[in-house]
């Protein structure tokens, strides 16, 4: 009695730790297809490619050039933004002798670019409020654009590069601990 006691709240123990987790509403790393670089737009002086392993992207800098960007694809991102509406990127790893800055940029006239994660150069994931970040808010339409600039042609390894609702969803995982519970109960 005493084993299943400890069994029944280690299962809810573990269930209760995946519980909260925001909606994905946009996916843009899988294969950052289509995305707009110095090979499309003369003039973005960063060249974009997808790693062997197809896993992440990398960014570097065209020949010649201290900074550079890559763009979203040309048809832009809509999404509805509210308070929460979150856009997250994962750089794989240290940039040598550079850094990134992630903004975002109104697919339609007039333009307006605004930065929502600025200068970083640290492995890790980072994420912004977008509504925090612009003036945006309802349905709106957007490129992302990713700068990379540095020294000694530096490159950015990405992946992650999501938006979500920020909203947290409780996952249908304590159907399980409510079944084994009420086993417990009848024996």
Known sequence: MRLLRVLLITVFALSSIGLAQAKVLVDMSSDFK??????????FNAEFKM?????????????????GKVMSPEEGVTVNIDENT????????????????????TAAEPYDAHKIIGSVDKKGVYFA?????????????????????????????????KITDG??????????????????KSK
Not at 34 to 43: K, L, Q, V
Not at 51 to 67: N, W
């Open 34 to 43: 289509n995305w707009r670089d110095e090979s499309s737009n003369p003039g």
């Open 51 to 67: 790693s062997k392993e197809k896993k992440y992207g990398i960014i570097s800098l065209a020949p010649d050039h201290k900074f």
């Open 86 to 105: 979150k856009i997250f990127i994962k750089l794989k790893e240290d940039i040598e002798d550079g850094s990134v800055t992630v903004n975002l940029m």
């Open 129 to 161: 409020k977008i509504a925090e970040k612009t003036p945006w808010s309802g349905k709106h339409s957007f490129w992302v654009e990713v700068w990379l600039g540095g020294e000694n042609n530096p490159k950015a390894r990405l992946s992650g590069l």
């Open 167 to 184: 909203k947290k969803t409780v996952k249908k995982k304590m159907r399980k601990v409510k079944k084994r519970s009420a086993v417990k």
